[in-house]
């Protein structure tokens, strides 16, 4: 059974220990009123809506940290979203408040609380990566950088107060959630039983659960859309090299790594790429980026889309894995297709049909490289401060420190101080980008407009997140911006993601604001403290069932918990409920639903991952029956027998016998021979005789006799 895991959740307290008076006068803040909290909803402030209530007076920096902290301290149990706090928070809101009163301009983020992805370094704050080896809760390695990464220095020198850094799986390695964290599993924080996305799974709960204004996300392969999409958020995946990414403990990190925003409106997306977006000495792979004059929250238009080509799905992009609509999202996106229409747009069907974009997904090229090489540069770049500074040290101390079985940490030493050839990788991004970009070019389009999952979100435990762009843009380096649109039937949250050539970001933005203006929206949470639930799923063998006792030659079950039940695992055979969800699991026979001669395993585990085990047995073979040899068991006549006896061959599977319809039930007293048949024992008569012998799985052998 998997419950919820809370081990690790930091106390928040420390945010709210007063800060020592300075010895100098200080300027007195204008005077706060409560009101503004008492009406505030902190799942859909935005960076606008803050900044406001900021310059007018109506709430503090240090008041905003503070009822985030308490709403943190509310409901992290039951979400887990942080990795640890930054006991720092007060202080620098302090800080803040202390410049707005002394009327110095407003910097871009003055005083709005965030979150950062514990991907990224953020200095006196252990970057754990959610790694037990780096994760001080586990017993693993502190690593403390002695600056931020280059990204998280931008957001503080706007004005930005960082909260806390948010949880995410190891390493980064999973698109659909962060179970497996050195921290504990994170919940999405519209339905603790979805999967959050991952892996900037923290983030994506922090930002829609209200706990922070806005967040940062990091993506490899999916990380920063598919949360945006499983918690119905704006969010930019920007091209490789716009934001730097030094400083983020690397997955593919000179090749794919990107760093963006997770937001709660297009606009608070803009704001946060014009805080981000742009060349950085720290990083030369941002040399080339392409930042637009006047910024991006500057560009955004409410008439953007007006006569602008936009691509639409289909299998020129992809065939194959996650590339069939389900046939609700193809009915959502028909809709949305609509509606880019009536915005004015002008669609076009399947442009990659006959590009061989598909085919060169499937060709197998390489994805990314030399991600050794940079985390030890990244190692390097921690500070002589840092316990370690290199990969081979890393190493050394997993060894001496009951880490040694960690293959992850082993497999980093291999070309960790070589240069790494990147030609392989450099060729198929190129064929991509070339197929790509004459596709945009011949069709005269402006952007892609695609669902940004093909089916709704799986459960946190047994589902996923079918991302519809992973891994294409990420290996060819290029752009996109998530866009909520709605809902399923079933509540999920459906998403837009919308595609263009590199550096277009801007135009992405304003395409996004434009949709979202006429008819994006939200989906919003509504946070309990309720904890997820822990209660094994109730299977019973149902009355219908051939057999008993465990044995059965057709077994059926009852699933008592069928909304809840994610799916069943039949001896290594898988069945997906989630999609068509079964109360029943009827007419189990070797050969169906991976049912084998013998003894089975039953395995029902519903959406939170709690399981039930069922093991039984069954058997399709009937009993084997003969006459029994010997004048004293069985004597013939000449028309068939004066007595007769019979062996039962398995006798201790027999259940019964019935003669002519008279049961001799041999269960509690089990015989291995019927003997002395003759008329007027056991039910039988002179003449034509009916012998059934029944087996405990049901399973019957009939033979007729003839008695004088």
Do not use: C
């Not at 957001?155 to 959630?177: F, Q, Y």
């Not at 040399?287 to 637009?292: C, G, L, N, R, T």
């Not at 409920?577 to 039953?602: C, H, K």
């Amino acid at each position: 059974m998997v419950g919820l895991a809370v081990t690790g959740l930091l106390s928040t307290t420390a945010l709210i220990a007063p800060v020592a008076a300075s010895a100098a006068p200080e300027p007195t803040p204008p005077t706060q009123s409560s009101s503004w909290l008492d009406d505030w909803d902190p799942t859909t402030l935005t960076i606008t809506d803050t900044l406001s209530a900021l310059e007018n007076g109506d709430v503090s920096s240090v008041e905003l940290v503070e009822a985030f902290t308490d709403r943190i301290d509310t409901y992290e149990p039951y979400y887990n979203a942080f990795t640890q706090m930054n006991d720092a928070a007060l202080k620098d809101a302090k800080k803040s408040d202390k410049r707005r009163a002394n009327g110095k301009k407003t910097r871009a983020l003055e005083g709005v609380p965030i979150v950062i992805k514990d991907s990224m370094d953020v200095k006196g704050m252990p970057t754990t990566s959610g790694w037990p080896l780096t994760a001080p809760i586990a017993g693993g390695l502190a690593l403390v950088p002695e600056e931020d990464a280059p990204a998280v220095a931008r957001l503080r020198k706007a004005g930005a107060i960082i909260i806390g850094k948010t949880n995410l799986p190891i390493l980064a390695g999973s698109g659909s959630n962060a179970n497996n964290s050195a921290y504990g599993p994170t919940y999405n924080s519209l339905n603790q039983a979805w999967a959050p996305g991952g892996s900037s799974s923290g983030s994506a709960t922090s930002v829609s659960g209200g706990f922070a204004v806005t967040g940062m996300a990091e993506e490899t392969g999916g990380s920063i859309q598919n949360p945006a999409s499983a918690q119905s958020l704006y969010a930019v995946k920007p091209t490789f090299g716009l934001v730097p990414n030094t400083g983020n403990f690397p997955l593919q990190g000179i090749t794919r790594d990107v760093l963006g925003p997770l937001a709660k409106s297009p606009e608070d997306a803009a704001i946060m790429m014009d805080v981000l977006a742009g060349y950085s000495p720290d990083d030369p792979k941002t040399e080339d980026a392409e930042v637009p004059e006047g910024g991006y929250a500057a560009a955004l238009s409410t008439e953007s889309l007006e006569g602008k080509r936009i691509g639409l799905w289909g299998d020129g992009w992809r065939t194959g894995s996650n590339a069939e609509l389900s046939p609700e999202t193809a009915e959502l996106y028909a809709q949305a297709v609509d509606q880019l229409e009536a915005q004015g747009a002008t669609v076009v069907p399947d442009p990659f049909a006959g590009s061989g974009f598909d085919e060169l997904r499937g060709a197998g090229g390489a994805t990314g490289g030399g991600n050794n090489w940079a985390i030890q540069q990244y190692l390097e770049r921690l500070g002589p401060s840092a316990a370690v500074n290199s990969v081979e040290e890393l190493n050394a101390w997993a060894d001496a420190n009951g880490f040694e079985d960690d293959e992850r940490v082993n497999r980093m030493l291999e070309g960790a101080d070589e240069v790494p050839d990147l030609s392989p990788f450099l060729e198929n991004r190129d064929e991509y980008l070339r197929i790509y970009d004459a596709v945009m070019e011949d069709q005269q389009l402006d952007a892609l407009v695609y669902p940004q999952q093909v089916r709704e979100v799986g459960p946190i435990f047994s589902g996923s997140v079918s991302a519809s762009t992973v891994s294409e843009i990420n290996v060819a380096q290029l752009p996109g911006v998530v866009v909520p649109d709605g809902a399923y039937a079933s509540g999920k949250p459906f998403n837009l993601i919308i595609l263009g050539e590199k550096w277009s970001e801007a135009d992405l933005l304003s395409y996004a604001y434009d949709y979202a203006d006429a008819y994006g929206g939200r989906i919003l949470p509504e946070l309990g403290t309720v904890e997820p639930d822990t209660t094994d799923p109730t299977v019973t063998v149902k009355p219908e069932s051939v057999g008993k006792d465990g044995v059965y030659s057709t077994a059926s079950f009852k699933l008592y918990d069928a909304g809840m039940v994610a799916g069943l695992e039949l001896n290594g055979v898988e069945k997906d409920l989630t999609d068509n969800t079964w109360s029943d699991l009827n007419g189990v026979v070797p050969g169906a639903f991976g049912g084998v001669e013998g003894e089975n395993e039953l395995e029902v585990f519903d959406v939170f991952g709690n399981s039930t085990t069922v093991e039984f047995t069954l058997d399709a073979t009937a009993p084997t029956v003969t006459v029994k040899d010997g004048a004293s068991f069985t004597e013939a006549t000449d028309d068939g027998y004066a007595k007769v006896s019979f062996k039962l061959h398995d006798a201790l599977k027999i259940d019964k016998a019935v003669i002519n319809g008279t049961v001799k039930d041999l269960s509690d007293n089990a015989w291995s021979d019927v003997n002395f048949v003759k008329p007027g024992t056991f039910g039988a008569v002179a003449g034509l005789n009916t012998v059934e012998v029944y087996d405990v799985a049901g399973n019957v052998t009939a033979m007729e006799v003839v008695l004088e």
